[in-house]
């Protein structure tokens, strides 16, 4: 099937800047649309940027001007650079892949499904 592996979290200093990277592996064909959301405690998961294939992005009023996402196609990877970092930017960080073709071979058929990573922890704190 179709697995999601972020990398990059930790902690970090007000101001500071951390870089996740969140690779998808599998039997996959194309993926649509990459993205990161993000829940802290006692809340609710939020978006916080996402990027389709045609490089159009979407940025949580939050970060904008401070994460920046990109991803390598050929590579099925997608990264949130974040900079400036705030302690309310503290939180379980979670890549997701949407509009996901992903190939059976043993039926010989694709199929297509939205798909989430295992989090990444991000701590900004002095």
């Known amino acids: 099937q179709v697995q999601l592996v972020e990398s990059g979290g930790g902690l970090v200093q007000p101001g500071g800047s951390l870089r996740l990277s969140c690779a998808a592996s599998?039997?996959?064909?194309?993926?649509?649309?990459m993205g990161w959301y993000r829940q802290a405690p006692g809340k609710q998961r939020e978006l916080v940027a996402g990027?389709?294939?045609?490089?159009?992005?979407n940025y949580a009023d939050s970060v904008k001007g401070r994460f920046t996402i990109s991803r390598d196609n050929a590579k099925k990877t997608v990264y949130l650079q974040m900079n400036s970092l705030k302690p309310e930017d503290t939180a379980a960080y979670f890549c997701?892949?949407?509009?996901?073709?992903?190939?059976?071979?043993?039926?010989?058929?694709?199929?297509?499904?939205?798909?989430w990573g295992q989090g990444t922890q991000v701590t900004v704190s002095s």
């Open positions: 990027m389709d294939t045609g490089g159009r992005t």
């Open positions: 599998g039997r996959i064909f194309s993926i649509y649309t």
């Open positions: 997701n892949a949407e509009g996901v073709i992903v190939i059976d071979d043993l039926l010989g058929r694709t199929s297509i499904g939205d798909f």
